[in-house]
Each structure stands twice: as structure tokens, then as C-alpha cells.
């Protein structure tokens, strides 16, 4: 059973409009979150990070949201570029461990 | 600096033959991990390792072997390969406690036939 889901595998949105990716976890005790971006042919990058101590974190374009209560999180990309076409991944971590859950990603496609 | 290197990038095996995957890091990170990538699955944790000489079982370990006999380096193993083991292969490097943002090599895309 995946301890980290992410329900849209894809998501197609405007250039200049919001794109918001969102993450579902099942695992009370994960307390720190990764988003990842994934271009095609290489590994993932870092893209954003929250512990549940906070929930909100921003980054410039990016902001992530933690609902502890909901055990969801999502990503906000505002405005969407076409640069930011690629596969985001959702990760979390327990005990503010080093390993990390992946989700299945969401692949999003900015279209001009 | 080229961070996380991972040699081969493709590599089509037999079954029941053997390789070794090789990943490198030259940001002198404490951590290092391997993980594979599916088709509508996340990264899932084959093993990783928390400084040189060690090494721990992830969340997929059986079929692999790994070693960290250099702080740098971070070998994958599979000793007989399965159809099963067709995968996506990535590493990762990571500094250690406090430190969790995960680098990520390109990938070894591996085909067992």
C-alpha cells in the first residue's frame, strides 16, 4: 500500500496561470516533505522543501502547503512557465530520517 | 564538479547474468542511496549507506548488493539478473544529519531479457 500518493499521474495548465500538484500520505509519522522536479533522461532535482512544523513555505514561483490534519501537502507553481513542464515527485521522511517515500509523480505540461 | 555520476547509462543484461553499477559523488557527502524507478511507482529505496564501510537495506533490497569502500563511490550489484530487475536505476547523495536535500545522478536504465 503506498504510504505516499500522488492521484493525477497528469495535469495540463496555461502558461501564466497556477498549477497546483497535489500529495496524500498515509504515515502520521512523516514529518518532513520534498518536492521534487524531473526532466526527462535525468534525475530528479530539488525543487522545495517543508517540515510539519510550518505550513507554508515559499520560493520564489514555488510554494508548498502542508495540511497536517488532512495528511496532504501541494505545490504551487505560480505563474506556470513551459520550463516547468516535467514529472514532480512528492517525497516524505519520519522522524526527520534520511529516507524518504517517493509518490508515483504528476506529470505536468505548461502549454504556451 | 560533477556532482552524482552513474556509469553505465544503459545496459541490457540476460538473465542470470551479473553487473555492477557505479555511482560517484564529489561533494564528499556522508550519505549515499540507490533506488529504482518503475512505471506508475515512486522511487522506491534499494539500499543505501550512512558513511564509508557501511551499508543498510532499503525498502526493495533482495536481488542486490551494494559496498561503500570509498567515501565517493557507491556499487549496485546484481549477481543473477531477473526480467523483474528491468528498471530505472538512480542514485543519490546526501550530506548527513540536518542535511536532507537529496542529489540525484542521470539514471542507468537497465533491460533484463
Known amino acids: 500500500d503506498q504510504q505516499v500518493k500522488q492521484n493525477s499521474p497528469s495535469l495540463s495548465v496555461q502558461e501564466g496561470r497556477i498549477s497546483i500538484l497535489n500529495c496524500d500520505y498515509t504515515?502520521?509519522?512523516?514529518?518532513?516533505f520534498l518536492w521534487y522536479k524531473k526532466y526527462p533522461a535525468e534525475g530528479p532535482t530539488f525543487l522545495i522543501s517543508?517540515?510539519?512544523?510550518?505550513d507554508k513555505n515559499e520560493d520564489g514561483r514555488f510554494t508548498v502547503f502542508l495540511n497536517k490534519s488532512a495528511k496532504h501537502l501541494s505545490l504551487h507553481i505560480v505563474p506556470s512557465q513551459p520550463g516547468d513542464s516535467a514529472v514532480y515527485f512528492c517525497?516524505?521522511?519520519?522522524?526527520?530520517?534520511?529516507?524518504?517515500?517517493f509518490g508515483p509523480g504528476t506529470r505536468l505540461s505548461v502549454l504556451p | 564538479n560533477a556532482g552524482v555520476t552513474q556509469t553505465p547509462k544503459f545496459r541490457v543484461l540476460k538473465t542470470g547474468q551479473s553487473m555492477t553499477l557505479l555511482c560517484a559523488q564529489d561533494?564528499?557527502?556522508?550519505?549515499m542511496y540507490w533506488y529504482r524507478q518503475d512505471p506508475g511507482m515512486g522511487l522506491r529505496l534499494i539500499h543505501y549507506?550512512?558513511?564509508?564501510?557501511?551499508?543498510a537495506k532499503g525498502e526493495v533490497p533482495d536481488g542486490y548488493n551494494v559496498s561503500r569502500l570509498k567515501k565517493q563511490n557507491f556499487l549496485l550489484g546484481l549477481e543473477s539478473a531477473a526480467p523483474s530487475q528491468t528498471s530505472v536505476y538512480f542514485c543519490?547523495?546526501?550530506?548527513?544529519?540536518?542535511?536532507?536535500?537529496?542529489?540525484f545522478g542521470p539514471g542507468t536504465r537497465l533491460l533484463v531479457l
Open positions: 543519490a547523495s546526501s550530506y548527513g544529519l540536518g542535511g536532507k536535500t537529496q542529489y
Open positions: 561533494m564528499n557527502h556522508e550519505y
Open positions: 517525497a516524505a521522511s519520519a522522524n526527520y530520517g534520511q529516507n524518504f517515500v
Open positions: 504515515n502520521s509519522m512523516f514529518d518532513y
Open positions: 549507506s550512512v558513511g564509508e564501510g557501511t551499508t
Open positions: 517543508i517540515s510539519s512544523i510550518k
